[in-house]
């Protein structure tokens, strides 16, 4: 990707490749307008259209070499510099026939525009300097995000959240570096005055808003990810049918049957448009001989080791048995998740009394007393402080993170000389490539590789 020419013309589609009601057409170069000329005629009086203006639609007849009519449909002009790429921009609106949009593609082509590669739109807004690497990366977090929160929290940072951040941190690491270097060069001159204290006062500012925006990045992460749910319980504790309650839909199947749930399954509901990804799982069998339930039981814990919570269900109606005791046990040793224990079967004869739990919630699937309880429980995981942070703050992903952990190495090491006094040769020296780190961060100085594995990743046509 990084490789490619950007003084072509390329086009595709940007819709499925599937028939469907419209199809969106987006071709963008210095040879679209002149392209579009050629293949554009006026709906209303037949003529090319030779002049196109800015933000403006056209009704047209698109017509091949021979002047067969391809489609009768809208365009979308946008100009050069204002525009998503900074170049010319048409975009096509054609009907959602497969044959339509590969006339109009393929006549387009022969025009000499190019096919596009996936995110080579994108790419060329970021190589054309119009957004971030990092903006980069929200718009395909936006065009991935499978609930409302994860879209929500990208398009703040695809519209700079992030960027805005970083850019304060680059200040202060650019006002780091004129106190040193200002000393370095006049260290008669006491305008800017420099001791190490003061400048160890800056490295430590620095640092901990470094350390801040790491934080809030794992709230709002947290927040847009949604939260993983395993329901675990001996067999027939109903599991399934709790999960039915949850999801408020007939699901998974519910018998009386010991170990009628063989395999997961998966729904998501929503509180307050958080996303709750709720997985039902096979009994807690211990002692399993048999072959299939072994293979249940070993998925089991690995779901309970990927869901942020779970639920561990028990039937109150029963004495705890061997099963029971074993998932006790199983649960004692997992650390950092929260774990809410659950006694099923309410609205029969209890036998097993709540408070041998901690804070159980009682619960009957049957007649869904206790529903209440753990929707309260599940819309308190958050706090009021955790969601002002998810609508103030931007994340990071993994790539960004790096960076930023990187910079509180470097951070610490030009505290570490600072305190000892060091040449401040050398510690400009570490500013320096502290400040080339926050650049490559989410401006434009990065690895070939880097940018490759990113637009990869992409959607044709974005
Ligand atoms: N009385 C009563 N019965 C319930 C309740 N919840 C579930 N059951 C019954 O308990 C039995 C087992 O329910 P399931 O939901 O299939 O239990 P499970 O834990 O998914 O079972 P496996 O998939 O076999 O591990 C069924 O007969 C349900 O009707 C409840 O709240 N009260
Ligand atoms: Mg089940």
Request: negative net charge.
């Amino acid at each position: 990707m990084s490789n490619y020419n950007i003084n072509d013309t390329i086009v595709t589609i940007s819709t499925p490749m599937a028939k469907s009601a419209l199809g969106v057409v987006r071709m963008s170069g210095v040879d679209a307008l002149n392209i579009a000329s050629k293949i554009c005629f006026s709906v209303a009086t037949d003529k090319a259209i030779i002049n196109f203006e800015h933000r403006k639609s056209y009704f047209v007849n698109i017509k091949d070499k021979n002047s067969s009519i391809v489609d009768e449909l809208v365009i979308l002009v946008t100009k050069a510099p204002s525009t998503f790429t900074t170049e010319d921009i048409i975009e096509f609106y054609p009907h959602g026939s497969l044959i339509v949009i590969e006339r109009l593609i393929s006549l387009i082509l022969s025009y000499g525009a190019r096919l596009a590669n996936r995110g080579e739109f994108t790419y060329r807004a970021y190589a054309n300097g119009k957004i971030s690497i990092s903006e980069a990366e929200a718009i395909h977090d936006l065009i991935e995000s499978d609930n409302r929160l994860m879209a929500e929290a990208s398009i703040y940072k695809m519209k700079g959240r992030l960027s805005r951040e970083i850019d304060n941190l680059k200040n202060t690491v650019k006002d780091i570096l004129i106190l040193v270097e200002g000393d370095i060069d006049f260290p008669d001159d006491d305008t800017v005055p420099f001791s190490y204290s003061i400048l160890i006062n800056h490295l430590e500012s620095l640092k901990s808003d470094i350390i801040k925006l790491l934080d809030n990045s794992k709230t709002v992460q947290k927040i847009m990810s949604g939260v993983k749910i395993a329901i675990l319980g001996k067999t027939n504790v109903g599991k399934s049918s709790l999960f039915n309650m949850l999801v408020s839909k007939d699901r998974a199947i519910v018998s009386s049957i010991a170990g009628t749930t063989r395999d997961f399954i998966h729904e998501v509901f929503y509180i307050n448009s958080i996303a709750f990804y709720l997985i039902d799982t096979a009994g807690f069998h211990f002692e399993s001989t048999n072959e299939i339930e072994i293979e249940g039981i070993r998925r089991t814990k690995e779901c309970a080791a990927e869901a942020d919570i779970i639920f561990a269900l028990f039937d109150r109606t029963r004495e705890l048995d061997y099963d029971d005791k074993h998932l006790i046990e199983f649960l004692s040793n997992i650390k950092n998740k929260q774990i809410a224990y659950i006694l099923n079967k309410q609205d029969e004869k209890q036998i097993i009394d709540s408070s041998s739990f901690e804070n159980a919630i009682e619960v009957s699937t049957k007649t869904e007393y206790g529903k209440e309880s753990i929707l309260s429980f599940l819309e308190n995981i958050f706090s009021k402080s955790d969601f002002d942070t998810f609508n103030k703050e931007s994340y990071v992903n993994a790539r960004e993170k790096g960076y930023l952990e990187e910079s509180l190495h470097i951070i610490d090491e030009c505290i570490r000389q600072s305190k000892d006094c060091y040449m401040l040769d050398s510690i400009a020296e570490e500013i320096r490539i502290l400040n080339n780190m926050l650049f490559s961060m989410n401006g434009k100085i990065e690895a070939n590789e880097v940018i490759d594995e990113i637009f990869a990743n992409f959607c044709i046509g974005k």
